[in-house]
C-alpha cells in the first residue's frame, strides 16, 4: 500500500506489510493499481478500471499535499470554524448555511450517476487508506472522507466564487464601492487551439496556461492516468477527480474565465416598521428566517440568524433606510462538478465533447478542445437562467417587481459554440466569445446580452489581441512558436503608462533622473525580460501613484511630483533607478526566491498585462513576489499519428516542503524552458524515481 520512497525503488514497513495482508487498509479486495513517479515527481497511474484509478490518485494526492486536501474537505462540510477558528473561517461557514449547500449536495450525490458516485467513494477511500497508513499526519479535527465530500466540495467552489466573486462584485457597485482588490488574485488565463490548416507539419495544437493563485485550491497538481489503452494526462485542483485541464491519445482540453453574470443581486424594500417583512409585487412578503449554530474552535458557539427571501438569501441590510440585497445563483440547485471532463476521457474527438456537454456540468468558462484528427472547437459554458435584457444585471437590480424575476434555464445548446472556423485558429484569453477567432461566425445579437461580454473588439493592451496578433500574422505555424507565445513577456498595457508620463512632461522637460527614467522607457522594446530594467521604474511609479485609471485622473504636475517620488524611492531602496527586473521580481517558495520575467494583471502591483504571467500582489523586503498567475502550463501537438506535449509548474508537484518535488521546477520556469511530458510506460520506466503498488477495494 504504501512505504517509504527511495530513488527507483519502494522500501515496504514489516508492520504496513502485515495490514497489507490482512486487507485491512482497502477491504475488499478488486485489483492491483501501479503508481510510477517520475524524475519530475509526476504520478503515472497504471489502473484496471476507474474506481481503482480514483482510489490511487488520491493516495498519490495525499502524498503531495494531504494538509490542504483534509482542509478543503473541513470547509467544505461547513465545519472550518470548529477546525481552525478565526472569523474567516466563521464567515466561511456561513456562506454555506446561507446558500443551504449541505441539502443540495446531499440531493445531488444520491442522484448522481451510480458509475461516478462509485468513483468518488473510491477516492474517498484512498484518502482514508493513506490516513489509516500514516496515522501520525491526521489531525485531530477530522474524521474520516466520504463520497459526498466531493460534491459538497464541487458546490462551495463554485458558489465561492459566484458569491465571493460575480455577487459581491455587483453589491459593491451598488453601494457606490470599488471592488475589492482581494476579488481578484490574478485570476486570468490563455488558450488557444491552431488547425492543421496553420500549421507548417499539418499538426494540431493547444496551448493552456490558466493564470491562478499558485497556492490554495486552485493551485494545480499534474498526473496521468492509465486504464487498459486509454489515457490521460493533465493537471486537476488537490480534492479533485479527473484532469480539468488536460488531453488524451485522441484529445485536448483548456479553460479560461468567461466572466459570467451568474449570479445577482437584488435590492429589497423592507417595511417601514417590521424588518419580518419585504415587498413584491403590490404584497407585504415574510423574510424566511431560521437559526443556526457555528461551533467556533476555543469560542463558545455562535447563534447566527439567517433571512432570506425568494430570491434567495439576505447578504447585506440597511435597516436606517429599510433596504436588503439578496443573492441568486445561477445553477445552486443543478451543477456538479465532478462531472466536469469526466466523458472527456473516452472521447474521440471535439464533436464527442460536443455531445457530452450538458447542463450542470459547468457553471461558467471558455473552453477550447482540438483533436489527433485536426478539429478545433470553442464552448461558451454557463449556468444562466433567462433574463430580460432592459435591466442592467451588472447592478443590483429591483426586487420588488416581478420584471426582475428569472426565467428558465438556458440550454446548452443554445449557447456559442464553434467547430473548425475558417481562419484555422482559436484564442481566449479571457476575451469575449465574439472575439475569439478573426472573421468569427459568433455574433453577440444571436445570444443573450447577459450572458457576458458582448464585445466585439479585442483592447490593443489585452492579452487577446496580444495573442490573435501572433496566430493571425504568421502563416505556417510550427510547435515551437507554439511554446514562444506561451513565454511572451511582451508588456502590453505598459504604453499606457509611458504616455500617461509623456503627457505630464509635455510642457515641461524632464531633468536628472526623470530624464534618465524617461529616456529608459522611450528606447524600452517593452519586453518583460529578467535584463530590462523599464518595468522596475514603472512598478515603482505604480506603486506610488495608483493603477492607470488613477494616474488617468491626476493634472500633469501630480503626475510628475509622483513619478519623481517613485524615483527617489527606487534610490533609497536600491540605490539607483536602473535595476534588472531579476532584482526586484519573482516567486518565493520557502526560503528560495527565483528572479521571474513577466508583469500581471490590471490588478497586479505590476499591471503591464504579459502572456506569461508573474502576477506579484506584495512587496516583501525590497522584492516585489509573484504568488500567481501562469499556474500550469501545457502546449499539446498531435502530428504524425501521435501526440507530444510540454508542461511546466511555477514551483513542483507537491507541497510537502521535505518532498524534492517541492520547488524543483522553479529555476525551469523561471528560464523560459519546458519539460516533455513522459506519455508512455517505457519513458516513464526509463526516467522512474519511485514504484508503489496499491490494491483498489
Given at each position: ?16 506489510s502485515a ?5 485491512w ?21 497504471y489502473?484496471?478500471?476507474r ?27 461547513g465545519?472550518?470554524?470548529?477546525a481552525?477558528?478565526?472569523?474567516g473561517?466563521?464567515?466561511s ?8 449547500l ?20 473510491a ?17 485531530a ?22 458569491v465571493?466573486g ?32 496553420r500549421t ?15 497556492s490554495?485550491?486552485?493551485r ?12 490521460s ?13 488536460g488531453?488524451?491519445q ?6 479560461t ?14 417595511h ?24 467556533v ?13 425568494h ?19 445561477a ?22 465533447m ?7 456540468d ?47 434555464p438556458?440550454?446548452?445548446?443554445a ?10 485558429w ?19 445579437e444571436?445570444f ?7 464585445s ?55 531633468r ?11 528606447a ?15 512598478t ?40 534588472p ?5 519573482g516567486?518565493?517558495?520557502g ?30 523586503g ?10 500550469w ?48 510506460r ?16
Amino acid at each position: 500500500m504504501t512505504g517509504s520512497h527511495e530513488r527507483g525503488r519502494l522500501r515496504t514497513s514489516a508492520a504496513l506489510s502485515a495490514l497489507l495482508s490482512l486487507g485491512w487498509l482497502s477491504g475488499a479486495f478488486a485489483g492491483e493499481v501501479e503508481i510510477l513517479r517520475d524524475t519530475d515527481g509526476v504520478p503515472h497511474i497504471y489502473a484496471g478500471s476507474r474506481t481503482d484509478a480514483a482510489y490511487a490518485l488520491a493516495w498519490a494526492q495525499a502524498e503531495d499535499n494531504l494538509p490542504d486536501i483534509l482542509r478543503f474537505v473541513t470547509e467544505a462540510r461547513g465545519r472550518a470554524a470548529e477546525a481552525f477558528g478565526g472569523e474567516g473561517a466563521i464567515a466561511s461557514d456561513l456562506l454555506i448555511r446561507q446558500f443551504g449547500l449541505p441539502p443540495i449536495a446531499d440531493r445531488l450525490y444520491a442522484e448522481t450517476d451510480p458509475d461516478q458516485r462509485a468513483e468518488q467513494e473510491a477516492f474517498a477511500a484512498g484518502i482514508n487508506a493513506w490516513l489509516t497508513a500514516h496515522p501520525e499526519q491526521k489531525p485531530a479535527w477530522f474524521d474520516r472522507m466520504t463520497g459526498l465530500d466531493l460534491t459538497r466540495l464541487s458546490k462551495f467552489y463554485q458558489v465561492s466564487q459566484q458569491v465571493q466573486g460575480t455577487a459581491r462584485a455587483e453589491l459593491r457597485r451598488g453601494l457606490g464601492r470599488a471592488p475589492a482588490a482581494e476579488a481578484d488574485p490574478g485570476g486570468q488565463s490563455n488558450m488557444w487551439v491552431v488547425a492543421p490548416s496553420r500549421t507548417k507539419g499539418g499538426e494540431t495544437f493547444l496551448v493552456a496556461d490558466p493564470h491562478l493563485p499558485w497556492s490554495g485550491r486552485t493551485r494545480w497538481w499534474e498526473h496521468q492516468v492509465t486504464i487498459g489503452e486509454r489515457w490521460s494526462y493533465g493537471a486537476a485542483f488537490f480534492g479533485s477527480l479527473w484532469p480539468g485541464i488536460g488531453f488524451t491519445q485522441d484529445l485536448a482540453w483548456a479553460s479560461t474565465n468567461n466572466a459570467p453574470d451568474n449570479a445577482d443581486v437584488y435590492r429589497i424594500r423592507l417595511h417601514p416598521e417590521d424588518d419580518g417583512l419585504y415587498f413584491f409585487e403590490g404584497d407585504w412578503r415574510p423574510v424566511i428566517q431560521r437559526t443556526e449554530t457555528i461551533a467556533v474552535k476555543g469560542e463558545p458557539s455562535r447563534e447566527v440568524v439567517i433571512r432570506a427571501t425568494h430570491h434567495g438569501p439576505i447578504v447585506h441590510e440597511d435597516r436606517a433606510r429599510r433596504q436588503a440585497y439578496a443573492v441568486r445563483v445561477a445553477g445552486l440547485e443543478a451543477v456538479d462538478l465532478g462531472r466536469l471532463a469526466r466523458p472527456y476521457f473516452e472521447a474521440r474527438d471535439v464533436h464527442d465533447m460536443h455531445r457530452s456537454n450538458r447542463f450542470g456540468d459547468h457553471y461558467m468558462w471558455h473552453r477550447t478542445g482540438a483533436d489527433r484528427h485536426g478539429n478545433i472547437a470553442y464552448f461558451f459554458f454557463l449556468a444562466v437562467n433567462e433574463r430580460d435584457d432592459a435591466f442592467n444585471w451588472s447592478l443590483p437590480v429591483d426586487g420588488s417587481i416581478a420584471a426582475t424575476e428569472w426565467g428558465p434555464p438556458i440550454a446548452w445548446d443554445a449557447l456559442p459554440v464553434m467547430i473548425n472556423p475558417p481562419s484555422g485558429w482559436i484564442q481566449n484569453c479571457n476575451n469575449s466569445a465574439y472575439t475569439s477567432t478573426e472573421r468569427s461566425p459568433l455574433r453577440p445579437e444571436d445570444f443573450p446580452a447577459h450572458l457576458a461580454g458582448t464585445s466585439t473588439r479585442l483592447s490593443p493592451w489585452s492579452r487577446g489581441y496580444r495573442a490573435s496578433e501572433q496566430l493571425a500574422a504568421n502563416g505556417a505555424l510550427e510547435f515551437s512558436d507554439m511554446l514562444a507565445m506561451a513565454r511572451d513577456v511582451k508588456a502590453v498595457a505598459a504604453p499606457r503608462y509611458i504616455a500617461a508620463l509623456e503627457e505630464a512632461y509635455a510642457d515641461d522637460p524632464p531633468r536628472g533622473d526623470a530624464a534618465r527614467a524617461l529616456d529608459i522607457l522611450r528606447a524600452w522594446d517593452l519586453e518583460a525580460s529578467l535584463e530590462n530594467v523599464a518595468t522596475p521604474i514603472l512598478t515603482t511609479f505604480v506603486e506610488v501613484a495608483g493603477p492607470i485609471e488613477v494616474i488617468g485622473r491626476l493634472a500633469p504636475s501630480e503626475r510628475r511630483a509622483r513619478f519623481e517620488e517613485a524615483l527617489a524611492l527606487m534610490t533609497a531602496r536600491w540605490g539607483g533607478i536602473a535595476i534588472p527586473q531579476a532584482r526586484v521580481h519573482g516567486s518565493l517558495r520557502g526560503d528560495l526566491f527565483t528572479p521571474l520575467p513577466g508583469a500581471g494583471n490590471e490588478s497586479a502591483r505590476n499591471p503591464f498585462v504579459t502572456l506569461f504571467m508573474g502576477h506579484a500582489r506584495r512587496l516583501q523586503g525590497d522584492r516585489w513576489i509573484a504568488d500567481g498567475g501562469s499556474s500550469w502550463q501545457m502546449a499539446v501537438r498531435y502530428w504524425r499519428g501521435g501526440v507530444e506535449a510540454r508542461t511546466l509548474l511555477p514551483y513542483g508537484n507537491s507541497e510537502d516542503p521535505a518532498s524534492p518535488h517541492y520547488d524543483d521546477q522553479a529555476a525551469l520556469f523561471a528560464s523560459g524552458a519546458f519539460k516533455t511530458a513522459r506519455l508512455t510506460r517505457a519513458e516513464v520506466e526509463e526516467a522512474l524515481e519511485s514504484r508503489i503498488t496499491l490494491t483498489a477495494p
